[in-house]
């Protein structure tokens, strides 16, 4: 166990719809990091958080935003959602900007 | 542009063996760190170790081993003794001093008993 819980660990939605998943960090993190993972595009980085304000930005789509919150939780918002967005979605935290562990994973599904 | 190439799709070895997972990067930094990360059937991530551009030692750790040689842009990971516990997807992965991660496609190791 990492520490990095997630929530939900399952999302099935519809197109077009909006979903937000949440990370908790593990007590002390001030990064948190968000990475997609899809059998299309493999492993991918898409936003650091660090104490509460971006840190660095990877292939992150214009419908998707996050935020970190002043209790270092962050949340992934997913907007006009598309078949293609289907994958599974990992949180990460780390102190400093290195090290990374991870939660277990939102998987989400478009219908 | 960062990149980072893992030739190698899937390997299978039986259990006992010695294995090598290749890892080949491309960045025009100076600084940038270099990590590994273990996916095992279960799905979860799982960070292996960092190394910095600065450090060429090799790393052991317990069966594991780390290879880094800037003069040929590798960062390679060996397995010593492999287990069935080790069948995993193997990710490396490159970071311009901690902001943006690029990772390699992952090479899927199948440890055999």
């Known amino acids: 166990d990492s520490g990095v819980t997630q929530t939900p660990k399952h999302l099935i939605t519809a197109t077009g719809q909006r979903v937000t998943l949440r990370c908790s960090p593990r007590?002390?993190?001030?990064?948190v990091y968000w990475y997609q993972q899809s059998l299309d595009q493999g492993l991918q980085f898409l936003i650091q958080?660090?104490?509460?304000?971006?840190?660095a930005k990877g292939n992150i789509l214009e419908r998707f935003s996050a935020q970190q919150f002043p209790d270092l939780h962050s949340e992934l918002n997913l907007s006009s959602l598309e078949l293609g967005d289907s994958a599974l979605y990992f949180c990460?935290?780390?102190?400093?900007?290195?090290?990374?562990?991870f939660g277990p994973g939102t998987r989400l599904t478009v219908t | 542009a960062q990149k980072v190439t893992q030739a190698q799709t899937e390997i299978s070895v039986v259990e006992k063996e010695d294995v090598t997972l290749d890892c080949v990067y491309e960045?025009?930094?100076?600084?940038?760190?270099l990590f590994w990360y273990k996916q095992p059937p279960s799905g979860e991530l799982v960070f292996l170790i960092r190394r910095n551009s600065f450090d060429e030692q090799n790393e052991i750790s317990g069966r594991y081993s780390w290879n880094f040689q800037k003069s040929t842009s590798s960062f390679n990971f060996t397995i010593t003794a492999s287990q069935v516990v080790d069948s995993a997807v193997y990710f490396c992965?490159?970071?311009?001093?901690?902001?943006?991660?690029?990772f390699g496609p992952g090479t899927r190791l199948s440890v055999l008993p």
């Open positions: 960045t025009r930094d100076t600084t940038y760190y």
């Open positions: 958080y660090y104490n509460g304000e971006e840190r």
């Open positions: 007590s002390g993190d001030l990064s």
């Open positions: 990460a935290s780390g102190q400093g900007t290195y090290e990374q562990y």
């Open positions: 992965a490159l970071s311009n001093y901690g902001q943006n991660f690029v």
